[in-house]
């Protein structure tokens, strides 16, 4: 089993910062994948960032503002939010595409979620 442990949601003014870290732990054999999606008030949970090997995607109303990092050796994600607004309101999940061992497939492991708050 993996547990994914997110950090640093909270409550920030418009044009502030807020750093999330989410750290995996657990049966781990190998990472394809890791990254955020978001679900704001009343709509469905939407691509934030996502990062691997050999690429970096960003949801169109983040780039420019968001920036995903990796720790590799500590299974560790975090997602820097600059120039935050009141539309980034939203429950921040991260997700791991975990290899349990060598004979499993992968699959998506979520996060608890983390509630940002952009307001005055």
């Known amino acids: 089993q993996v547990q994914l442990v997110e950090s640093g949601g909270g409550l920030v003014q418009p044009g502030g910062s807020l750093r999330l870290s989410c750290a995996a732990s657990?049966?781990?054999?190998?990472?394809?994948?890791m990254g955020w999606h978001r679900q704001p008030p009343g709509k469905s949970r939407e691509l934030v960032a996502l990062?691997?090997?050999?690429?970096?995607i960003y949801g169109e109303s983040v780039k420019g503002r968001f920036t995903i990092s990796r720790y590799k050796a500590k299974n560790t994600v975090y997602l820097q939010m600059n120039t935050l607004n009141p539309e980034d309101t939203a429950v921040y999940y991260c997700?791991?595409?975990?290899?349990?061992?060598?004979?499993?497939?992968?699959?998506?492991?979520w996060g608890q979620g983390t509630q940002v708050t952009v307001s005055s």
């Open positions: 990062l691997t090997d050999t690429d970096i």
């Open positions: 657990g049966s781990i054999y190998s990472i394809r994948g």
């Open positions: 997700v791991f595409d975990v290899r349990a061992s060598r004979n499993s497939a992968y699959r998506d492991y």
